[in-house]
């Protein structure tokens, strides 16, 4: 029998091609199935689009060779301030307020722009993976010791697994007949980037609105990404005001402690949900980010939670090929699902439960709540322990990629 790859990932975005690069760099061949051109998301323009990297990501993109030339453009987050707080009066009395200098290991995080990230893995894929961009995986067949691929052209494309990397809407895993359960939040994000006249000294603001929360994430220079939660009819409101109109509404929301604020870019929306996969492995397969959970973006976590799937998945798949396992055998794949499944659905569960817990106006759950924030910043054991988890160091056990270190 033979495969044209050892593992084909459907999914082009950040997670699929993280995980081509470690696999490959392990000398495994690999191959990207991505439904975007390639220059769809690869210009250069700004267009305010971020991601919060916790520690742990940032050391596996240096394991994969990518941080040297990505650390110039982003920005260092050395502190995060969380609070609650009402528009038009700025933040509550009690906050949670975490330096980074307390975990010794560096900033929590960086921020970092998705074209800059994305064109790196997509430079990096260069002669070591085999892309195919533009195409649409339109079937998959599991098959004695192989899945073969069908694509949009009609090619079949084989290998010993297939990952899916392709998003909520994971056409993997539907094919594969995995289910999903969830709920909507009844919220939608509305995502832009701001210029303002005073420095944020790298500092990530969180504030927990009755409508739902605001974050504010520093940028390099005088600017920040937010990412800004209202009910749905609310937000399809402001997302349709000029920009004039959305300052406006803003202003009241964001304060005045980084003075005056322009827009710096595009605007974005998208509906805010919860969604998790019952398994992350069926015959041959196997998901990750997205495709697994799809979390509430409170904190941020959303690609942190894919990339700890990316290097967990890496890690089994190598040191399995390596001991002369067949990488897509249940065995195998069942280690990768109870490494990650936990983690992952303890965490997005809990990102939902602070999302419930804050997105009101209860004058009790009011004052419970600023009373545990203000317990949390005051007691230094347990305040570390919450840096350590937002920075990605309590994964238990750490894969070796999350530590920095090569497979």
């Known amino acids: 029998m033979t495969v044209d790859h050892d593992i084909i990932i459907a999914g082009g975005g950040l997670n699929g091609p993280a995980l081509a690069l470690a696999l490959a760099g392990a000398g495994l061949s690999v191959a990207v ?12 323009d700004f267009d305010g689009r971020a991601y919060a990297l916790a520690l742990a990501s940032r050391r596996l993109l240096t394991a994969l060779g990518l941080w040297s030339e990505l650390a110039p453009k982003s920005q260092p987050i050395l502190k995060v301030e969380a609070a609650q707080g009402q528009p038009g009066e700025g933040a509550g009395p009690f906050h949670l307020s975490f330096d980074s200098a307390e975990i010794e290991e560096g900033p929590v995080g960086h921020m970092l722009e998705d074209r800059f990230l994305y064109a790196a893995l997509l430079a990096a894929m260069q002669g070591k993976v085999t892309h195919l961009p533009g195409r649409q995986v339109t079937g998959q067949q599991v098959q004695p010791g192989q899945v073969g691929v069908t694509l949009d052209d009609g090619r079949t494309v084989t290998a010993r697994l297939l ?3 392709d998003g909520r809407g994971s056409g993997v895993a539907s094919r594969a007949g995995i289910r999903r359960r969830g709920w ?7 995502v832009a980037a701001v210029d303002h006249e005073r420095p944020h000294h790298g500092t990530a603001w969180q504030y927990f609105m009755p409508s ?3 974050a504010i994430l520093p940028l390099p220079g005088n600017r920040s990404s937010i990412v800004w939660s209202e009910p749905d009819d609310t937000a399809r409101a402001i997302a349709a005001l000029p920009d004039d109109a959305f300052l406006d509404v803003l202003r009241p929301r964001f304060g005045d402690f980084l003075g005056a604020i322009s827009l710096a870019g595009p605007r974005f929306s998208y509906p805010l949900s919860l969604s998790l996969a019952d398994s992350y492995v069926a015959p041959r397969i196997a998901l990750v980010g997205d495709a697994a959970h799809g979390v509430h973006p409170i904190a941020g976590q959303g690609l942190n939670l894919g990339l700890r799937d990316v290097a967990a998945l890496a890690e089994v798949i190598v040191d399995a090929a390596r001991r ?10 069942d280690r990768y699902q109870r490494w990650r499944r936990f983690d992952a659905t303890a965490l997005g569960l809990g990102m939902d439960s602070v999302n419930r817990l804050f997105s009101n106006d209860n004058p009790l759950l009011r004052t419970a709540r600023g009373l545990g924030m203000g317990v949390v910043t005051a007691i230094p054991p347990l305040r ?3 840096m350590r988890q937002a920075a990605g160091l309590s994964v238990a056990p750490m894969p070796r990629l999350l530590a920095g270190q090569p497979l």
């Open 33 to 44: 199935i991505d439904a975007r051109p390639a220059t769809a998301r690869a210009a250069d």
């Open 163 to 165: 990952v899916g990397a």
């Open 184 to 190: 909507g939040y009844g919220q939608t994000a509305l």
């Open 212 to 214: 739902g929360p605001l």
């Open 324 to 333: 002369g396992e067949d990488i897509g055998a249940a065995d195998v794949l």
């Open 384 to 386: 570390r322990a919450f």
